[in-house]
């Protein structure tokens, strides 16, 4: 069963930082592009960022460009979104999800997982 499973998410300070993992199981991410996004209480799901399968190529919103970083692990079939320099404005449920192209268009995302929740507040 094709699955991906989100982690690290948590509680954290206005200026703080968390890493959120993304780890598939039943397939291989390599022929992937993957992508993050969120969805904050009474708001439509964003697009957060994304890294092709190919070359390592990457996009970022502008409103997280300069504080988060996307990078994959093949090796370990993960990928994850460092999240530094972190604002109340970031909180939100965070998903991954795989495509076979890359594209900051959701709908062209054909696996996701459930989702990690990511608060920041004092």
């Known amino acids: 069963q094709l699955q991906l499973v989100e982690s690290g998410g948590g509680l954290v300070q206005p200026g703080g930082s968390l890493r959120l993992s993304c780890a598939a199981s039943?397939?291989?991410?390599?022929?992937?592009?993957i992508g993050w996004f969120r969805q904050a209480p009474g708001k439509e799901r964003e697009g957060v960022s994304c890294i092709s399968s190919s070359d390592g190529s990457t996009y970022y919103a502008d409103s997280v460009k300069g504080r988060f970083t996307i990078s994959r692990d093949n090796a370990k079939n993960t990928v994850y979104l460092r999240m530094n320099s972190l604002k109340p404005e970031d909180t939100a449920v965070y998903y991954c999800a795989a495509s076979t192209e890359t594209s900051k268009n959701e709908y062209d995302y054909d696996y996701w997982g459930q989702g990690t929740q990511v608060t920041v507040s004092s």
């Open positions: 039943g397939f291989t991410l390599d022929y992937y592009a």
